[in-house]
């Protein structure tokens, strides 16, 4: 009897995919410069934080809402209501000045945000080979990380320069016009398919999805993983200057670097190593990172951690989703794949909430502390999904 052939995962449909999330998140890391962009306009100060996480709180609010109606024969149409929406957003920016049209702008945003990447995510579990998930959402992965690599210094050479703030905005907003036309070919043959017809799940069978101790233990620990880095992103520029470092764009880069590298050349691990073992192994390092850096002051060492950073988180992303996509019956695959991005938006906004708080009642050494107390509770939470079977 032949062995069966390898599955392909190099489809149209996952290119297109990818690309789509490419041009998405070149959309998102422009607002790094944000908080600039809002004190050259004269927003309080009080504002410009809420202002920013504005975003962040409507795309969680649009997963909650939207994800449960999701399945391959709408996501495209959702999809592309959100880049529409995003469009929209970036040619406000070049007229919206005032404080509540700059809220308007942003709870927009979130929510184009959240249709364009629920709808990816679920069209992306009905066309990845089940055998090569983990190698799936390695790749797809990359393509979210690569626009923050690639968008800032290319908006610090344009802006202000050549271009103002929203005049920038709006030009990478443009940039997603393009992705249409591939959502319109994906929409067309996703409907073609006979899993499109497939009865969607009743409300009250989602929430009992939601439910089991796997799914939902597993949400928790995602979350707690993106916690854990996007306190450290948030408050690392304070951390450097209080301790006389220089370079935190350098730390970044080497660590981000190092995650690119692992899930480029190392992609095939995601799928021949257990991703139990992959997650625990992120807890791990990670939380030695955090121990690493409450310890030492000096720069070689702290560009160590970088790179340990780096190795630690390479590898946790791709091995949570490609684990919940094992987990997941088939009729929740992509629910529960949204539901794992509602988590990561969840972390990444508490993160910087509870790390200042943090630094506010013990200092930056203790701050780095409790960054590896997360990262144990984490492996702990883990701990408890080795009994887990996938569907």
Known sequence: MNPTPPQRIFSFEFIGLCLLIFLAYCNISVFFSLYVYFENLG????????????????????????????????????????????????GAYLVAVSTPALLAVRLANGLGVALVSAGAMT????????????????????????????????????????????????LVALALAPALLVLAVLGRRSRGKSHAHAPRPTLAAMAKNARKRPVSQLLVVNAMYYLSFASLFFLAKSLFLARGLAGVGLFFSIQTGCMLLLRVFANRLFDVVPKLRLIRFCYAVTGATFILLAFTHSQGLTYLAA?????????????????????????????????????????????????SAA????????????????????????QGLGTARPA
């Not at 992306?124 to 089940?130: D, E, M």
């Open 43 to 90: 927003v309080p100060q009080s504002w410009r934080g809420v202002l920013i996480g504005a975003s962040a709180l409507a795309t969680m609010a649009a997963y909650l809402v939207v994800s449960p109606f999701l399945n391959t024969r709408n996501a495209a149409k959702a999809a592309a209501l959100g880049i529409v929406i995003l469009l929209g957003c970036g």
């Open 307 to 355: 790179v340990l950073l780096g190795c630690g988180m390479g590898v946790g992303s791709p091995s949570l989703n490609a684990f919940m996509y094992e987990l997941s019956e088939p009729e929740f695959k992509g629910l529960n794949a949204n539901l794992m991005m509602l988590s990561l938006q969840g972390g990444s906004f508490l993160g910087p909430i509870l790390g």
């Open 123 to 170: 069209l992306l579990v009905a066309v990845i080979p089940p055998t090569r998930s983990g190698q799936a959402f390695g790749l797809y992965s990359i393509a979210m990380l690569l626009p923050y690599s690639v968008m800032p210094p290319l908006f610090d050479w344009l802006s202000p320069a050549y271009l103002d703030y929203p005049q920038g905005y709006a």
């Open 359 to 382: 630094v506010g009642l013990y200092g930056y050494d203790g701050f780095l502390l409790v960054g590896a107390g997360a990262c144990l509770l984490g492996l702990a939470l883990s």
